[in-house]
C-alpha cells in the first residue's frame, strides 16, 4: 500500500490543534473570548475582492493545465481499491472509506469518510484521510472541495480536524506540531486554525503563534463549498484566503501562516481523530469535487461545480 511510506516520514501522536503552550499573537478581527492558550477570531463579515453574487470575478473556464490533483469520485473501482486515488489512502479498516452515490456533490457518487472509535489507530490516532503526496507540495497553491455533514454528526468538545495543510519537519526537528493550517470541528462549530514559527529548527511543537477563527456552526445535510489561496511563509509574506459557499470568509494578507520548513505543506481530508469524549463514538462526512492547482491557477478552476443538494 503506497501509505505505508508515510510511517517514517512523520509523526502525528502530537497533531492536536489544542497544544496549550501554544504562543498567542492577536490579529485585527475582532477575537471571540480566547483562552489563555489560544486566540479565537471570528470571520470577517464582507469581502472587498466578491461581485455582488459573491464571487471574485475570475476566469470562469478551467485551465486543467494549472490542476495537478482532481478526485470527483467518479471511479467505481475506488471503492474497493482506494489505491486507486491520485491521492494516499490513510484508512484502518474497511469501513473508513466507501464510495456513496446517494449523497453526492456532482456526477455520480462523493467519497465517504467513517471512524469508530474502537477502531485501530494509525499513527497514534483514528483517522480516515486521503493525502497528497508530499513531494507535490509547492510554495504556493489553490484548493477547491465540498464537504457535507449528515445531521447524525455531532461535534462534542474533543474536537476533530476535518481537513489539514500537514507539514514536512526538516531533519533533527522536533515532529511533535499541529498542522499549520486545519479546518477542525469542535462542540459543534468550525473553527479554521493558524499555526507559524520562524525557527529554521524547532526543538518543541511550541510554536510563535496560533489563531482559531470561528466560521460559525457546522452546516448539516447540505454541501459546504470551499475554496483555499494558500502561499506559505514563516514571514510576513503569507496569503491565506478562504472562500465558504462563495464568500470570503479569511482574508490573512502579509502575515505568517505556516512553520519555517524546507519542504512545504499538502493536503489532507478526511477524518482525523486524537481523542474521543463521551457523547459519541462515531463520526462520518462525506467530500467530493477535490482540486489542487498552482500558483497560477485561481479561484474558478477549483471551485466545485453541480449543484448544492443531495
Known amino acids: 500500500m503506497k501509505y505505508i511510506l508515510y510511517i517514517l ?9 489544542d497544544n496549550d503552550y501554544a504562543r498567542v499573537e492577536k490579529q485585527s478581527y475582532s477575537p471571540a473570548a480566547p483562552s489563555e492558550s489560544e486566540s479565537v477570531e471570528s470571520a470577517p463579515s464582507e469581502s472587498t475582492s466578491e ?42 479498516v474497511d469501513h473508513s472509506f466507501s464510495l456513496d452515490e446517494n449523497i453526492k456533490r456532482a456526477g455520480n457518487a462523493a467519497g465517504r469518510f467513517e471512524i469508530n472509535n474502537d477502531d485501530p489507530k494509525r499513527w497514534s490516532a483514528t483517522r480516515s484521510e486521503l493525502s497528497q503526496a508530499q513531494s507535490t507540495a509547492r510554495a504556493e497553491g489553490w484548493y477547491g472541495f465540498s464537504q457535507y455533514f449528515p445531521d447524525s454528526y455531532i461535534s462534542d468538545s474533543s474536537g476533530e480536524v476535518i481537513t489539514q495543510w500537514h507539514d514536512q519537519s526538516d531533519q ?19 473553527k479554521w486554525m493558524v499555526r507559524w514559527d520562524a525557527d529554521a529548527i524547532m526543538d518543541s511543537g ?29 514571514t510576513n509574506s503569507g496569503i491565506l484566503e478562504v472562500w465558504m459557499d462563495g464568500k470570503k470568509v479569511i ?30 463514538s462515531k463520526r462520518v462526512m462525506y467530500f467530493d469535487e477535490v482540486r489542487i492547482g498552482n500558483s497560477n491557477s485561481n479561484y474558478d478552476e477549483v471551485k466545485p461545480g453541480g449543484s448544492n443538494s443531495i
Not at 476566469?59 to 486515488?85: I, M, Q
Not at 533533527?172 to 468550525?190: H, M, Y
Not at 511550541?206 to 514563516?234: A, E, F, Q
Not at 505568517?256 to 481523542?275: C, Q, S, T
Open 9 to 17: 516520514l512523520y509523526s502525528t501522536s502530537a497533531c492536536s490543534p
Open 51 to 92: 461581485s455582488t453574487s459573491g464571487e471574485p470575478v475570475t476566469p470562469v473556464k478551467r485551465n486543467t493545465a494549472n490542476l495537478f490533483y482532481t478526485e470527483t469520485f467518479e471511479n467505481s473501482n475506488l471503492d474497493n481499491n482506494p489505491d486507486l486515488s491520485d491521492f494516499y489512502p490513510e484508512f484502518a
Open 172 to 190: 533533527g526537528e522536533a515532529v511533535d506540531r499541529s498542522p499549520s493550517n486545519a479546518i477542525i470541528t469542535a462542540d459543534d462549530r468550525l
Open 206 to 234: 511550541t510554536s510563535d503563534g496560533t489563531i482559531y477563527i470561528d466560521l460559525g456552526s457546522i452546516p448539516k445535510t447540505r454541501w459546504i463549498n470551499w475554496v483555499v489561496h494558500i502561499k506559505y511563509s514563516h
Open 251 to 280: 482574508d490573512r494578507q502579509n502575515m505568517p501562516n505556516a512553520y519555517n520548513d524546507v519542504a512545504y505543506p499538502y493536503l489532507k481530508f478526511g477524518l482525523y481523530k486524537w481523542n474521543w469524549g463521551t457523547t459519541t
